[in-house]
Each structure stands twice: as C-alpha cells, then as structure tokens.
C-alpha cells in the first residue's frame, strides 16, 4: 500500500498538496511511550517510529482514495469503507498512535521494501504488571466491600426510612394504611437496592478495566518474492501458482538480529501493551498492510526504490518539498549509477 500510494502520489493531483507535513511529536512520543521505546519485534533500544500507513498520505488524499479503490475486491467492501474514515476522512489517524509503531531503524527500511511484515493476530488482556501482587488483597477486598444487596449508604437510608414509617404507623394509622404503607415501602426498599447494585457494578466493572491492559498479538513475517517480473506479466501458464514460484530465501541479507543475539524469526509473534485497547495500533490499518505488501512481493516484488517516496532517515534535507517525478528520476539514475558500477568492479576482477 505504501508503494502503491507512492507510484500515484503524481504532482497533477489537483486536490493534493505538496507542502510539508508537520508531523505530531507529540503522538509519536505516545507510541514510543507505549512501546517502551524499544523496538517491538527485537527490543532493540535504537529506535524510529513508523507509520503503517504513510503519512504524507495526509496530504495526498486522493493517492489513498486511488489504492483503496483497486484494493476493495481484495479487503471487501466493509474494510474499504473503514478504511475511507480512518485514512482519507476529516477524522483520519493516518498521524497518530493508532498507525505507528516502534521499530528499529534496519526493519523501519525492510517494511518500506516489502520484506519485512506485521500481521495482527489476535486481541488480549491481562493484569497490570504492578497489580500482580496485589491480586489477591485486591480480590479480598472486593469480597468484603458490603453486602450484596447495595451500597451500605443506600441500605441503611432505606432501613431508616422504614423504622420511622413503621413508628408512624403503629401510632397513627388503622391496618389497612399500615399495609400500604408497609408495601410502599418495601417497593422503596427494593429500588434502593437494585440502584445500590447498579452503583456497585459500574464501580467495579470500572476497577477492573483500571486494572487490565490490553495487547494486540502481532506475527513478524519475512516476505520472499515470486520470479514473476510483475502483476501484469503475460503469464505463459494460466495454472500458475505464485505461491509455488517462490525465490529461495537469503537470510543472511534481510535476518535482523537482536540486541540479545537472537535472530528475528518468521513467524515470531510479539505482543504490543496499552492501558487502554483505543492505544493500539489500528487492525483494520494493520492487515490492509500486511496484506498490500504480501500481494506486492507475490506478485514478483519490484525494487520498490525506483518508485517509493523520500524518508526522514534518507534526506540530508529535512525542508525539502517533494516533487515526485523528479525524485523518481533521482532514484533510477543513481540505480543504474550503482549497477554501472558494480559491473566495472566485477569485469576489473574477472
């Protein structure tokens, strides 16, 4: 999607702009926050904050719009609308911690390359961290907090309302107000307790999400290309399976390891930590991703820097404006420069 988005972002849009966008700091300083400010899939210290959808999408709505629409026959028609308000409405978290994430600055390029990707798996919860002690005082307290039929304040104003309606009554009424007064106050009895217990349960369905955190499972995968050349190749074999093509793959080029020597497996699952589930990064956003990038490297996995946009971590210039066409041009003559040169160092050792 991000490449998609960068082979469209053409300088003719008329409804884009091409000024900079001022990113949130505040935002990213958040998401670190919220990742410990540490790479999520290595726990590498060195870090950048990525966005999964990219930012100068911002200002290039209409680059979006175009890519959700040749995307919907492959998300669906819900996920393309959801996607149209988070990425392209008035409300859009393209810059916030709902599309960012924490990585380290080697899988921050692999995912610009479509090599490295993240698939939400599944939503969790769990205790916090600094609450696993006192669990179970905690669970104990909850035990004794009163009884079960209200608020102790509720309760005994109901109880004392009763005692001065039952002297009352005794004193100054025949049997028959006695009884109906009696049921009046039996029924104002029983509402006190039944709002005693809603008080009660909105009390502690509060303490408990006070005292959760929710996480998103994510699965790291290392994407290998097809030998296709590209989506629009004429295949010789109508039968062929992309999935059956695939390209032998080169660990020792793309393997990012951690700090604790480990290798970052395919399929390694890592678990992303908010204390509140609105905190995490976005799922809908997440699979549109992952799914982009996996349809990219099935369908032969171009060199995406002959049409991919500059980065924050590539230009020497931070006020620069991008003017797309250009910048293309830039990436594929110093493309051919370092193949050029490459050549003439193999032929001076051949």
């Known amino acids: 999607m991000v490449h998609g988005i960068a082979a469209t972002c053409r300088a003719d849009q008329v409804d884009d702009k091409t000024e900079n966008i001022t990113r949130n700091e505040s935002a990213a300083k958040k998401a670190g926050d919220r990742d410990d400010n540490k790479c999520v899939a290595t726990g590498c210290n060195k870090i950048q904050i990525r966005h999964f959808a990219a930012v100068f999408g911002i200002s290039r709505k209409s680059a979006i719009r175009w890519v959700l629409h040749y995307m919907k026959v492959f998300i669906g028609p819900q996920a393309f609308r959801d996607l149209e308000v988070k990425l392209i409405g008035s409300g859009t978290i393209i810059d916030t911690p709902s599309n960012m994430v924490t990585l380290t600055h080697e899988l921050h390029k692999y995912m610009d390359d479509a090599i490295f990707g993240l698939e939400p798996v599944s939503y969790i919860s769990r205790l916090k961290p600094e609450l696993n002690v006192l669990s179970g005082e905690s669970n104990a307290q909850g035990i004794n907090t009163g009884p079960a039929t209200g608020d102790s304040r509720t309760q005994g104003h109901a109880e004392l309302q009763t005692g001065a309606v039952n002297l009352v009554a005794s004193v100054e009424s025949p049997i028959q107000e006695s009884e109906r007064l009696m049921e009046s106050d039996l029924k104002r009895k029983a509402e006190a307790e039944a709002e005693g217990n809603r008080i009660r349960a909105r009390e502690e369905e509060k303490k408990a999400e006070e005292m959760r955190q929710h996480g998103l499972e994510i699965r790291c995968h290392w994407l290998p290309r097809t ?58 956003i997440m699979k549109f991703i992952s799914h982009a990038l996996c349809f990219h490297r099935l369908s032969g996995g171009v060199d995406p820097r002959i049409y991919r946009p500059w980065t924050h971590y590539d230009k020497d210039d931070p006020g620069h404006i991008y003017d797309p066409r250009r910048e293309a041009e830039r990436r594929i003559l110093k493309i051919l420069a370092e193949d050029d040169k490459a050549d003439i160092t193999r032929r001076s050792f051949s």
Do not use: H, Q
């Open 227 to 284: 030998n296709l050349r590209g989506p629009l190749d004429k295949a010789e074999d109508f039968g062929a399976d992309p999935r059956e093509m695939m390209e032998e793959w080169s660990a020792e080029n793309y393997e990012f390891r951690s700090e604790s020597e480990r290798p970052l497996k395919f399929g390694k699952i890592i678990t992303i930590w908010a204390d509140k589930k609105a905190d995490l990064p976005d799922v809908g």
